[in-house]
Nanobody
Framework: QVQLVESGGGSVQSGGSLRLSCVASRYTYRTGCMGWFRQAPGKEREGVATIFTDGTTSYTDSVKGRFTISRDNLKNTLYLQMNSLKPEDTAMYYC????????????????WGQGTQVTVSS
């Protein structure tokens, strides 16, 4: 059974940085993609960043230039480096993965972690 376990969340002040990690167990990252999503209270879940097996990355507009998604294949770990954090970045952040390219493009990921909370104070 695939397991995705996030860590690295916490509370920071506006302008601060955090690095989220997601360790994947029993998941072979040969096709498809992995990504980060977030959901703030009262809001819909939104895709934050995605990385495909060829290294291609994509970001939602609100985080471009501030967040960086990366992956360490040897450690089977996905990262999200978040800089210049803003209060509007406050949310539960989820790691997700799917071996199907089209599922990735549509945001319909099959595997999800439990989430890690990020809180940014002004």
């Amino acid at each position: 059974q695939v397991q995705l376990v996030e860590s690295g969340g916490g509370s920071v002040q506006s302008g601060g940085s955090l690095r989220l990690s997601c360790v994947a167990s029993r998941y072979t990252y040969r096709t498809g993609c992995m990504g980060w999503f977030r959901q703030a209270p009262g809001k819909e879940r939104e895709g934050v960043a995605t990385i495909f097996t060829d290294g291609t990355t994509s970001y939602t507009d609100s985080v471009k230039g501030r967040f960086t998604i990366s992956r360490d294949n040897l450690k089977n770990t996905l990262y999200l480096q978040m800089n210049s954090l803003k209060p509007e970045d406050t949310a539960m952040y989820y790691c997700a993965a799917d071996p199907n390219y089209f599922a990735c493009k549509n945001g319909n990921f099959g595997y999800w972690g439990q989430g890690t909370q990020v809180t940014v104070s002004s």
